[in-house]
């Protein structure tokens, strides 16, 4: 049977499918095999799993599959300015003199941030003969970068 998109009618098939004594409380899989039997609507499997993900029954009854997480570590304060400083990008921005992402580089001292435009395309040497004359010029090589490891640093450069 067709089910057209009704958030109410969609819940109450699920729940009859899914949270009923009757049913057991089933997985994801086996809701979208019991669910698929007799109703189809667009986006269903996608619809369940997300519905089932959102059962907090189910979020207490699971048993987690990964390691235990580890203590936190502490990012030790920098002794001075610019001897530690941090970088990221913000990407895919509207398009502003042939640029479209930025490099924010803030030293964690200070806190003071410099946003450099870059191009869509720009490679790590690209990046690096940018940070020259915007950063490095001012205040020297720091000590200590701090970066999310983008793919860019971790490849050839």
């Known amino acids: 049977m067709y089910i057209p998109e009704d958030e109410i009618l969609q819940t109450e098939i699920a729940q009859g499918c899914h949270d009923s004594l009757a049913a057991g409380d089933f997985g994801q899989e086996k809701t979208i095999e019991i669910v698929t039997r007799d109703f189809y609507w667009k986006g269903l499997e996608d619809w369940i799993r997300d519905y089932v993900r959102s059962c907090d029954e189910c979020q207490h009854s699971k048993s987690p599959r990964h390691a235990k997480y580890g203590l936190l570590q502490p990012v030790e304060v920098p002794y001075a300015a610019w001897t530690s400083i941090s970088t990221d990008f913000i990407t895919q921005q509207p398009e502003s003199q042939g640029k479209t992402q930025i490099m924010v580089v803030v030293d964690r001292f200070t806190k003071m941030a ?44």
């Open 114 to 157: 410099y946003f450099i435009g870059l191009h869509e395309k720009a490679t790590v040497k690209d990046i690096a003969d940018t940070f020259l004359p915007e950063v490095w010029k001012l205040h020297g090589l720091p000590t200590k970068i701090m970066s999310d490891m983008d793919a860019r640093f971790s490849s050839e450069f």
